[in-house]
T-cell receptor, first 114, second 113 residues
Framework: AQSVTQLGSHVSVSEGALVLLRCNYSSSVPPYLFWYVQYPNQGLQLLLKYTTGATLVKGINGFEAEFKKSETSFHLTKPSAHMSDAAEYFCAVSEVDRDDKIIFGKGTRLHILP | DTGVSQDPRHKITKRGQNVTFRCDPISEHNRLYWYRQTLGQGPEFLTYFQNEAQLEKSRLLSDRFSAERPKGSFSTLEIQRTEQGDSAMYLC???????????FGSGTRLTVV
Protein backbone atom coordinates (compact mmCIF):
# COMPACT_ATOMS: atom_id res chain seq x y z
CA ALA A 1 0.00 0.00 0.00
CA GLN A 2 1.11 3.53 -0.66
CA SER A 3 2.11 6.00 2.05
CA VAL A 4 3.54 9.47 2.45
CA THR A 5 5.95 10.90 5.01
CA GLN A 6 6.28 14.64 5.44
CA LEU A 7 9.41 15.68 7.29
CA GLY A 8 8.70 18.42 9.79
CA SER A 9 5.23 19.16 11.11
CA HIS A 10 6.15 22.87 11.35
CA VAL A 11 8.48 24.89 9.14
CA SER A 12 9.28 28.59 9.63
CA VAL A 13 10.88 30.78 6.99
CA SER A 14 11.40 34.50 6.70
CA GLU A 15 9.43 36.49 4.16
CA GLY A 16 11.40 36.47 0.91
CA ALA A 17 13.37 33.34 1.80
CA LEU A 18 13.28 29.97 0.07
CA VAL A 19 10.48 27.62 1.03
CA LEU A 20 11.32 23.89 1.10
CA LEU A 21 8.76 21.35 2.32
CA ARG A 22 9.91 17.75 2.24
CA CYS A 23 7.89 14.72 1.17
CA ASN A 24 8.89 11.10 0.71
CA TYR A 25 6.53 8.47 -0.58
CA SER A 26 6.23 4.73 -0.67
CA SER A 27 4.48 2.97 -3.53
CA SER A 28 4.70 -0.45 -5.11
CA VAL A 29 3.75 0.89 -8.54
CA PRO A 30 4.44 4.18 -10.36
CA PRO A 31 2.77 6.85 -8.28
CA TYR A 32 0.79 9.96 -8.96
CA LEU A 33 1.91 12.66 -6.53
CA PHE A 34 0.15 15.77 -5.32
CA TRP A 35 0.62 18.78 -3.10
CA TYR A 36 -2.42 20.42 -1.54
CA VAL A 37 -2.70 23.58 0.57
CA GLN A 38 -5.25 24.19 3.31
CA TYR A 39 -6.04 27.58 4.81
CA PRO A 40 -7.76 27.73 8.22
CA ASN A 41 -11.32 26.38 8.27
CA GLN A 42 -11.24 25.66 4.57
CA GLY A 43 -11.02 22.61 2.35
CA LEU A 44 -7.93 21.58 0.45
CA GLN A 45 -6.79 23.24 -2.75
CA LEU A 46 -4.63 21.48 -5.31
CA LEU A 47 -1.24 23.22 -5.74
CA LEU A 48 0.31 20.88 -8.27
CA LYS A 49 0.46 17.27 -9.39
CA TYR A 50 2.85 14.84 -11.01
CA THR A 51 1.39 12.13 -13.22
CA THR A 52 3.81 11.27 -16.01
CA GLY A 53 6.38 13.07 -18.14
CA ALA A 54 8.42 16.01 -16.93
CA THR A 55 9.64 15.47 -13.39
CA LEU A 56 9.71 19.18 -12.49
CA VAL A 57 6.14 20.29 -12.00
CA LYS A 58 5.01 23.89 -11.71
CA GLY A 59 1.92 24.81 -9.78
CA ILE A 60 -0.06 27.79 -8.64
CA ASN A 61 1.22 30.67 -6.50
CA GLY A 62 4.82 30.16 -7.66
CA PHE A 63 5.26 26.71 -6.15
CA GLU A 64 7.00 23.83 -7.87
CA ALA A 65 7.99 20.26 -7.00
CA GLU A 66 10.38 17.74 -8.44
CA PHE A 67 9.70 14.01 -8.66
CA LYS A 68 12.88 12.06 -7.89
CA LYS A 69 12.24 8.36 -8.32
CA SER A 70 15.68 7.31 -7.02
CA GLU A 71 15.05 9.21 -3.78
CA THR A 72 11.29 8.48 -3.64
CA SER A 73 10.84 12.18 -2.99
CA PHE A 74 8.54 14.97 -4.13
CA HIS A 75 9.72 18.08 -2.28
CA LEU A 76 7.82 21.36 -2.65
CA THR A 77 9.71 24.61 -3.18
CA LYS A 78 9.10 28.30 -3.73
CA PRO A 79 11.96 30.75 -4.32
CA SER A 80 10.57 33.62 -2.24
CA ALA A 81 8.03 33.24 0.55
CA HIS A 82 5.10 35.62 0.96
CA MET A 83 3.07 36.18 4.10
CA SER A 84 0.05 34.78 2.25
CA ASP A 85 1.82 31.40 1.94
CA ALA A 86 1.23 30.69 5.63
CA ALA A 87 -0.97 27.59 5.64
CA GLU A 88 -0.95 23.80 6.04
CA TYR A 89 0.54 21.83 3.17
CA PHE A 90 -0.21 18.19 2.43
CA CYS A 91 1.70 15.82 0.21
CA ALA A 92 -0.36 12.96 -1.23
CA VAL A 93 0.05 9.86 -3.38
CA SER A 94 -2.15 7.57 -5.42
CA GLU A 95 -1.23 4.41 -7.25
CA VAL A 96 -1.57 4.73 -10.98
CA ASP A 97 -2.31 1.15 -11.96
CA ARG A 98 -4.85 0.65 -9.21
CA ASP A 99 -6.80 3.80 -10.06
CA ASP A 100 -7.11 4.13 -6.33
CA LYS A 101 -7.88 6.75 -3.75
CA ILE A 102 -5.39 9.44 -2.71
CA ILE A 103 -3.50 8.94 0.56
CA PHE A 104 -2.37 12.07 2.40
CA GLY A 105 0.58 12.80 4.63
CA LYS A 106 0.11 14.36 8.05
CA GLY A 107 0.86 17.83 6.79
CA THR A 108 3.41 20.57 7.36
CA ARG A 109 2.36 23.92 8.76
CA LEU A 110 4.30 26.72 7.12
CA HIS A 111 4.93 29.86 9.18
CA ILE A 112 6.18 33.01 7.51
CA LEU A 113 8.24 35.35 9.67
CA PRO A 114 8.15 39.09 8.90
CA ASP B 1 -20.32 25.64 -11.58
CA THR B 2 -19.72 26.55 -7.94
CA GLY B 3 -17.43 23.65 -7.09
CA VAL B 4 -18.06 21.08 -4.36
CA SER B 5 -20.63 22.16 -1.79
CA GLN B 6 -21.00 20.73 1.69
CA ASP B 7 -23.81 21.34 4.12
CA PRO B 8 -23.84 22.22 6.95
CA ARG B 9 -20.51 24.00 7.54
CA HIS B 10 -20.72 23.40 11.25
CA LYS B 11 -22.68 20.95 13.36
CA ILE B 12 -22.78 20.66 17.13
CA THR B 13 -24.58 17.63 18.47
CA LYS B 14 -25.01 15.81 21.72
CA ARG B 15 -23.42 12.43 22.17
CA GLY B 16 -25.76 9.68 21.06
CA GLN B 17 -27.59 11.74 18.46
CA ASN B 18 -27.59 10.98 14.74
CA VAL B 19 -26.22 13.46 12.21
CA THR B 20 -26.30 13.61 8.43
CA PHE B 21 -24.06 15.62 6.14
CA ARG B 22 -24.60 16.40 2.49
CA CYS B 23 -22.14 16.83 -0.36
CA ASP B 24 -22.93 18.15 -3.82
CA PRO B 25 -20.04 17.38 -6.20
CA ILE B 26 -19.09 19.09 -9.42
CA SER B 27 -21.80 17.94 -11.79
CA GLU B 28 -19.64 16.22 -14.39
CA HIS B 29 -17.50 14.36 -11.84
CA ASN B 30 -18.47 10.73 -11.44
CA ARG B 31 -16.20 9.98 -8.46
CA LEU B 32 -16.99 11.24 -4.99
CA TYR B 33 -14.87 10.78 -1.87
CA TRP B 34 -15.37 11.27 1.86
CA TYR B 35 -12.43 11.98 4.15
CA ARG B 36 -12.16 12.75 7.85
CA GLN B 37 -9.61 15.18 9.25
CA THR B 38 -8.79 15.62 12.91
CA LEU B 39 -6.68 18.41 14.39
CA GLY B 40 -3.07 18.23 13.33
CA GLN B 41 -3.61 15.31 10.97
CA GLY B 42 -3.97 14.85 7.26
CA PRO B 43 -7.26 13.78 5.72
CA GLU B 44 -8.04 10.10 6.26
CA PHE B 45 -9.91 8.22 3.58
CA LEU B 46 -13.38 6.98 4.55
CA THR B 47 -15.14 5.87 1.39
CA TYR B 48 -15.68 6.62 -2.25
CA PHE B 49 -18.27 6.26 -4.98
CA GLN B 50 -18.11 5.90 -8.70
CA ASN B 51 -21.49 7.14 -9.84
CA GLU B 52 -23.95 5.49 -7.41
CA ALA B 53 -21.73 2.51 -6.59
CA GLN B 54 -19.81 2.57 -3.31
CA LEU B 55 -16.50 1.00 -4.33
CA GLU B 56 -14.47 1.03 -1.15
CA LYS B 57 -14.94 1.61 2.56
CA SER B 58 -12.12 2.19 5.02
CA ARG B 59 -12.01 0.17 8.21
CA LEU B 60 -12.27 3.60 9.89
CA LEU B 61 -15.89 3.55 8.79
CA SER B 62 -17.55 1.66 11.62
CA ASP B 63 -21.06 0.29 11.34
CA ARG B 64 -22.33 3.56 12.83
CA PHE B 65 -21.33 5.29 9.62
CA SER B 66 -23.20 4.97 6.35
CA ALA B 67 -22.82 6.80 3.08
CA GLU B 68 -25.07 6.91 0.06
CA ARG B 69 -25.03 8.47 -3.35
CA PRO B 70 -28.44 7.96 -4.88
CA LYS B 71 -28.62 8.47 -8.63
CA GLY B 72 -24.90 9.22 -8.70
CA SER B 73 -25.38 12.87 -7.86
CA PHE B 74 -25.19 14.25 -4.30
CA SER B 75 -24.01 12.11 -1.41
CA THR B 76 -24.92 11.87 2.25
CA LEU B 77 -22.83 10.68 5.17
CA GLU B 78 -24.76 9.65 8.26
CA ILE B 79 -23.30 8.98 11.68
CA GLN B 80 -25.54 7.18 14.14
CA ARG B 81 -25.17 7.33 17.92
CA THR B 82 -22.39 9.91 17.74
CA GLU B 83 -19.43 9.68 20.09
CA GLN B 84 -16.98 12.36 21.15
CA GLY B 85 -14.32 10.67 19.05
CA ASP B 86 -16.38 11.46 15.96
CA SER B 87 -15.58 15.15 16.36
CA ALA B 88 -13.65 16.10 13.24
CA MET B 89 -13.81 17.91 9.92
CA TYR B 90 -15.58 15.79 7.31
CA LEU B 91 -14.37 16.58 3.83
CA CYS B 92 -15.98 15.69 0.54
CA UNK B 93 -14.18 15.73 -2.78
CA UNK B 94 -15.01 14.89 -6.36
CA UNK B 95 -13.04 14.12 -9.47
CA UNK B 96 -13.55 12.87 -13.01
CA UNK B 97 -11.09 10.09 -12.12
CA UNK B 98 -8.32 9.49 -9.58
CA UNK B 99 -5.58 10.82 -11.82
CA UNK B 100 -6.40 14.48 -11.98
CA UNK B 101 -6.49 15.31 -8.32
CA UNK B 102 -9.60 16.06 -6.37
CA UNK B 103 -11.65 19.19 -5.89
CA PHE B 104 -12.53 19.50 -2.22
CA GLY B 105 -15.45 21.14 -0.54
CA SER B 106 -15.00 23.41 2.47
CA GLY B 107 -15.91 20.61 4.84
CA THR B 108 -18.37 20.07 7.67
CA ARG B 109 -16.96 20.53 11.14
CA LEU B 110 -18.66 18.21 13.61
CA THR B 111 -18.43 18.77 17.34
CA VAL B 112 -19.91 16.12 19.62
CA VAL B 113 -20.53 17.35 23.17
Amino acid sequence: AQSVTQLGSHVSVSEGALVLLRCNYSSSVPPYLFWYVQYPNQGLQLLLKYTTGATLVKGINGFEAEFKKSETSFHLTKPSAHMSDAAEYFCAVSEVDRDDKIIFGKGTRLHILP
Amino acid sequence: DTGVSQDPRHKITKRGQNVTFRCDPISEHNRLYWYRQTLGQGPEFLTYFQNEAQLEKSRLLSDRFSAERPKGSFSTLEIQRTEQGDSAMYLCASSPNSRGGYTFGSGTRLTVV
